[in-house]
């Protein structure tokens, strides 16, 4: 069955450590991207990969990294320079470029 | 960069009543799709306009896309307990965006039975 994983569903940070999202899919999808939800707002994007070995920031990458060394894995880490990371974390994917994307049932990421 | 703005932010409604939403965008459009969410879910595609002035029907759901590719419209007629959600608008602006999504920020809607 194809589709997208995230994992882990809850993750709790504490103060000055690095967390790292996954995200894994299986749709042969070139593009994978990140969100960030905050309560009742929508989808900002924090950074995205059009293929392997390559990503582009988004509109509110500072805190983050990515990497994308497999066609199937863009996993994303919340580095302790993000003052503010509780939110809701989505990945998806597309498979080309006029096509709608495909998401993945999310992350909630909180401050111990 | 691209604005978007999505009216209203939160919509009650009772069961039977009618309810739209309106996605409007400081630029042009390549496309502009179409996602509800859940509560506590995931956004799902719904449906994407790409020509100028296209309408698009799904069940009890009406889509369309302005004349000059900068709004489009959500109607849902006599809404049900089912269609509770947040739904959002996604602009694609094309070109260099490379697919891309510029989402609204969603309204939320409520039905009560």
């Known amino acids: 069955d194809g589709g997208i994983t995230q994992s882990p569903k809850y993750l709790f940070r504490k103060e000055g450590q690095n967390v790292t999202l996954s995200c894994e899919q299986n749709?042969?999808?070139?593009?994978m991207y990140w969100y960030r939800q905050d309560p009742g707002q929508g989808l900002r994007l924090i950074y995205y990969?059009?293929?392997?070995?390559?990503?582009q920031k988004g509109d509110i990458a500072e805190g983050y990294s990515v990497s994308r060394e497999k066609k199937e894995s863009f996993p994303l880490t919340v580095t302790s320079a993000q003052k503010n990371p509780t939110a809701f974390y989505l990945c998806?994917?597309?498979?080309?470029?006029?096509?709608?994307?495909?998401f993945g049932d999310g992350t909630r990421l909180s401050i111990l | 960069g691209q604005q978007v703005m999505q009216i209203p932010q939160y919509q009650h409604v009772q069961e039977g009543e009618d309810f739209t939403t309106y996605c409007n965008s400081s630029?042009?459009?390549?496309?502009i799709q179409w996602y509800k969410q859940r509560p506590g879910g995931h956004p799902v595609f719904l449906i994407q306009?790409?020509?100028?002035?296209e309408v698009k029907k799904q069940k009890r759901l009406t889509f369309q896309f302005g004349e000059a590719k900068k709004n489009s419209s959500l109607h849902i007629t006599a809404t049900q307990t089912t269609d509770v959600g947040t739904y959002f608008c996604?602009?694609?602006?094309?070109?260099?965006?490379?697919?891309?999504?510029?989402f609204g920020q969603g309204t939320i809607l409520t039905v009560h039975p």
């Open positions: 749709l042969n999808h070139d593009a």
């Open positions: 306009l790409v020509k100028s002035g």
């Open positions: 630029t042009t459009l390549s496309n």
């Open positions: 998806a994917s597309q498979w080309e470029t006029s096509q709608p994307q495909h």
């Open positions: 990969s059009q293929i392997v070995n390559d990503f």
């Open positions: 996604a602009l694609n602006a094309g070109g260099t965006s490379y697919g891309k999504l510029t």
